[in-house]
Nanobody
């Protein structure tokens, strides 16, 4: 059983920064061959992919966050990070991490609120 636990969310003013973390745990778990993703769901909107990092280190960002957000991973710590800068009110959402191998695992989500 794989568990993902996000942390780092909170309330921040527009223009501020947050760093989200997501740690995976499980017996014998090795994430180096897995892909990580960060998704978000804003009120009244569908869940969207924010950023992804593959096992090889390739990254993808949705257009709305390019230049402001950076995804990184630490395989030794089974952890993925999402550094978010120049935050905007429209970034307000619950952020979820995912870990993909033969199946997809999800975290419970962490709230990010950006005030104007």
């Amino acid at each position: 059983q794989v568990q993902l636990v996000e942390s780092g969310g909170g309330l921040v003013q527009a223009g501020g920064s947050l760093r989200l973390s997501c740690a995976a745990s499980g017996s014998g778990l090795r994430v180096d061959h897995m892909n990580w993703g960060w998704y978000r769901r804003a009120p009244g909107k569908l869940r969207e992919l924010v950023a992804r990092i593959t096992a090889s280190g390739s990254t993808y960002y949705v257009d709305s966050v390019k230049g402001r957000v950076s995804i990184s991973r630490d395989n030794a710590k089974n952890t993925v990070f999402l550094q978010m800068n120049s935050l905007k009110p429209e970034d307000t959402a619950v952020y979820y991490c995912s870990l993909t191998a033969s199946t997809v695992y999800w975290g419970q989500g962490t709230q990010v609120t950006v005030s104007s």
